[in-house]
């Protein structure tokens, strides 16, 4: 493998991408295997569309030594495509590479009391609640 695919951190709704380059004789094929298990099989000139977020492109070259690049796209990244995504080239032998996807999600703060009235001047407490933080989100990183 020439170029591994790089960890990504990126914020939960936005596109990533991974590539991966390999070069052999006979010309390798490249594969990928995403978090859940599932494989994309990279080995077609074509982009093809493997849901209606994920899809995969693969460049070929015609001289030897062959390369390949093969280009994961995740179009809309949400907090399920996390993990570990692993891209494998194979030929007489195969050799793998790993890239983790870190998916950031914003919290969810809602207020007990989300309507209050009082005169200038009072003084407030608001008691909230924070949810689905990633990473964990610490009291004290909060600030109003």
């Known amino acids: 493998i020439l170029v591994p695919p790089q ?4 914020n939960e ?6 590539t991966c380059s390999v070069r052999g004789v006979p ?3 490249i594969a990928w295997t995403l ?23 693969t460049s070929i ?16 990244v949400t907090r ?17 590479e790993t890239a983790t996807l870190t998916v950031q999600v914003l919290p969810v703060v809602e207020a007990e009391n989300p309507s209050l ?5 009072d003084n407030v407490t608001i008691r909230f609640s924070i949810f689905d933080a990633s990473p ?6 909060i600030r109003w």
């Open 61 to 76: 070259s015609d001289e030897t030594p062959y390369e390949a690049t093969s280009v994961l796209l995740i179009d809309f």
């Open 7 to 10: 960890d990504a951190t990126v």
């Open 136 to 141: 964990m989100v610490q009291t004290s990183d």
């Open 27 to 29: 010309l390798p094929f």
């Open 13 to 18: 709704t936005d596109p990533v991408m991974f």
């Open 35 to 57: 978090p859940d298990g599932s494989n994309i099989d990279g080995r077609e000139r074509i982009r093809r569309q493997e849901s209606p977020r994920i899809s995969v492109e």
């Open 80 to 96: 399920d495509d996390e993990g570990d995504y692993i891209c494998t080239a194979v030929n007489q032998e195969s050799a793998s």
């Open 117 to 121: 009235l009082r005169l200038e001047g």
